[in-house]
């Protein structure tokens, strides 16, 4: 049960952070995740928390490593090929080498094993982390390739050279030919587990979506548990999961290629619940980063305040080693797969890619999970120094963080954004309107236009970029005008000449009581003709003994049988409905004419704030209905085929915008997604309907 509660606090901790980083956009979320995570410690559940490694490796790094991986075409990465070898697996043992004979000198008392089983930990680099410090920010294309690329590979590398120290340290000798042929062994025996098992699963899925009645219900559920499976496999022969699951991830992406224009349902639904499932995954990992460092400041406060120093101080001149290695060696690498990446070495721009590079080398989620693997026993003893290393691991991981998010956002350009939030939302409100207003002339049958119009007005999102002030005063503007539109015509001679006084001024004093003193005083006035009503229809039931319809509709008959002349009243009173339900279906028609008029002329003056215009629709349809004494209790089904026609204009507006040169192409991709989304939801809405037809 602890485990559940875990789970479900760490996704309230996302869901948190993700609304408070709209309030804060400047602090890069991964440190709100941390803070969060800080702040979740002290729950009960939290208490005494410990990081599993292998929990953390298999249920959260590997699937990570699995969707990195279907992000990569294997042309890229066999194009690529030599700089990612020298990048993630030359670069990452330069780097451990070095760090470990530096630390070995810092702390006399470490074996080199020991030196190097940290140097290790803190070799593997976090894209993810990097992107979180500059997401506003615009990096260098050939640079943020380069560390994606590297990241997505020095895991392993990391992982292989722990467990060659920890071999070290567990059997007390040492042989450079039995390292590399163990680090060759768990390298390519990952690589070879990743593309066979990748090969078979590929197989699988690609038959099951080409003969499968219902692929989704299987190949997601599949693509879901490919990465786990993969993982554990490898792990089983001994062999680096992370690479497998890599190589996996690369397989899956030429699926993804030969099934490009069929399965489009399995391929949407599969990648929209992988981008979540990522987001979610790479939240957690900070947050199980600040849940962890109550531990680490327990260990470190019982190292006294010396202690703590000297921790601190050997973290910054591991992350000061890291970095000057990084940085030479991309200031003076001059071998073609550097340069694809980098530029020439004489150009002016490869100190500042090399500075760029050293700063991104970010550490993170591996090098937590590295630091809590390593065991409480190594050959029957203690393990030497372990709270020691855990606490300079955390200590370069924070480091790193605090360095790259002071830098990256002062050395990096601002994104320069296609568009804006408002640009977005001025072309798609006049989408939808320029849609509304080509719909509703086709609709005959006034509830289904209306209910369309409902629809189609969803669609639009003002996000912040609404004057409320603005709007409201239009809003009653409108309103007032429309009265008057409604008053001048209600005296008109035509309708003098159709309807008679006694109609024409019921109806004059309905519009009064309805669209002028509920205005002043819309809740109070409501609230008093409800309190009315009810108490004058209580007294009625109590003092004639009627209560169910047929008791009132005995009632009625009785007292007409009785009454003739009640009868005849009767009589006049349909009448006179009948010609007020005349009267409000031609004012109903003028309301119409009228906004969509107004509407037409806002958009032809390119006005985009224009929902004002549909709530004073929706004010006159409730008084509209108030006449008929009709709220439409019941939903208004839209035909299929209006939802279609909606959307193919849809896509013509946003063709002639980009035809007239006012959409350009960013915003016609996203209205374009949204209609196909829209599209392929409203599709699947038809079938689920259909499907409960047939049953029934």
């Known amino acids: 049960m602890n485990e559940f509660y875990l789970v479900a606090l760490l996704l309230v901790g996302v869901i948190v952070v993700n609304v408070i980083k709209q309030l804060v956009p400047r602090i890069p979320e991964a440190f709100l995740l941390i803070a969060m995570g800080w702040g979740l410690s002290f729950i009960s559940v939290f208490h005494n928390f410990k990081l599993e490694p292998e929990f953390f490796m298999l249920l959260i790094i ?14 890229n990465i066999r194009k ?5 070898f020298l990048l993630s697996v030359v670069l990452a043992v330069v780097t451990a080498v070095v760090v470990g004979l530096i630390t070995k000198q810092i702390e006399a008392q470490w074996t080199f094993p020991l030196a190097l089983a940290l140097a290790a930990i803190v070799t593997p680099t976090d894209a993810v982390a990097v992107k979180s410090m500059t997401g506003n920010n615009e990096m260098p294309k050939g640079v943020g390739e380069a560390l994606e690329l590297e990241s997505l590979f020095n895991d392993a590398t990391g ?45 699988l899925r690609f038959n099951l979506n080409q003969h499968g009645k219902n692929p989704e219900l299987t190949t997601i ?8 499976a993969v993982y554990l496999f490898a792990e089983h022969f001994g062999v680096s999961g992370i690479l497998a699951v890599v190589a996996t991830g690369i397989e ?25 499932l990522t987001d979610i995954l790479n939240d957690f990992v900070f947050l199980i980063l600040g849940i962890s460092l109550p531990q680490v400041a327990r260990n470190v406060t019982q190292m006294g305040w010396r202690g703590a120093v000297a921790m601190l101080g050997v973290s910054g001149l591991i992350y000061l080693a890291m970095w000057i290695v990084r940085y030479i060696w991309v200031l003076h ?26 700063v991104s080398g970010i550490h993170g989620a591996v090098t937590l999970a590295m630091a809590f693997s390593l065991p409480n026993q190594i050959a029957g003893h203690p393990f030497p120094y372990r709270d020691e290393l855990i606490a300079i691991a955390t200590f370069v991981i924070l480091i790193s963080m605090i360095v790259s998010a002071l830098v990256l956002p002062r050395k990096l350009p601002q994104k320069k954004e296609a568009y804006t939030i408002a640009d977005l939302d001025h072309i798609r409100n006049k989408m939808v309107d320029y849609v509304i207003l080509q719909m ?63 109609i024409v001024n019921l109806y004059d004093k309905i519009l009064q009581r309805v669209l002028v003193e509920s205005k002043r005083d819309h809740f109070g006035l409501r609230l008093k003709h409800a309190i009315k009503h ?17 008791q009132q509709r005995y009632f009625r008959e009785t007292k007409i049988t009785e009454n003739p002349e009640l009868s005849k009243q009767i009589k006049q009173r349909e009448v006179m409905r009948n010609a007020l339900l005349g009267l409000n279906e031609e004012i109903t028609g003028v309301i119409d004419q009228y906004l969509d008029t107004v509407l037409t002329n806002r958009l032809k003056q390119k006005h985009s704030d224009n929902d004002f215009v549909y709530l004073v629709r929706r004010t006159m349809n409730h008084f509209c209905a108030h006449i008929k004494h009709d709220y439409q209790k019941g939903a208004t089904t839209v035909p299929d085929g209006l939802y279609i026609q909606a959307f193919q204009h849809e896509y013509d507006f946003v063709q002639q915008g980009i035809n007239a040169g006012y959409i350009n192409q960013s915003i016609a991709g996203v209205l374009y997604t949204e209609i196909n989304q829209a599209q392929l939801l409203q599709l699947q809405q038809f079938q689920a309907n259909d499907s409960t037809l047939i049953e029934n």
């Open 62 to 75: 590997a699937p990570l490593m699995f969707i990195d991986g279907q992000k990569q075409s294997f042309a």
């Open 80 to 84: 690529r090929f030599q700089g990612i």
């Open 159 to 203: 992982l292989v050279l722990l467990d060659f120290a920890l071999s070290v340290l567990s059997k007390g000798t040492f042989s450079v030919v039995a390292g590399i042929g163990h680090f060759l062994f768990v390298a390519i025996g990952g690589v070879v587990v990743g593309i066979v098992g990748g090969v078979l699963l590929v197989m």
């Open 221 to 228: 559920p599949i693509s879901l548990l490919t990465p786990f």
């Open 252 to 276: 899956h992406n030429w699926e993804a290629d030969r099934l490009r224009l069929t399965s489009t349902n399995v391929q949407l639904t599969s990648r929209t619940i992988w981008n979540i």
């Open 333 to 358: 690498g001059d071998s073609p797969w550097i340069t694809a990446f980098f530029g020439d070495p004489q150009d002016d721009q490869r100190p500042f890619f090399a500075r760029l590079f050293a």
């Open 440 to 502: 509703r002339p086709q609709i005959e049958d006034y509830a289904v236009r209306e209910a369309l119009t409902d629809q189609l007005q969803s669609q639009k999102r003002n996000r912040l970029t609404v004057d409320r002030v603005q709007a409201t005063a239009n809003y009653n503007l409108l309103l007032s005008e429309t009265k008057a539109v409604v008053d001048n015509f209600l005296h008109c001679d035509a309708v003098n000449e159709r309807y008679s006084p006694e």
């Open 534 to 550: 009810w108490q004058k229809e209580v007294l009625w039931h109590a003092s004639h003994l009627v209560i169910s319809r047929k």
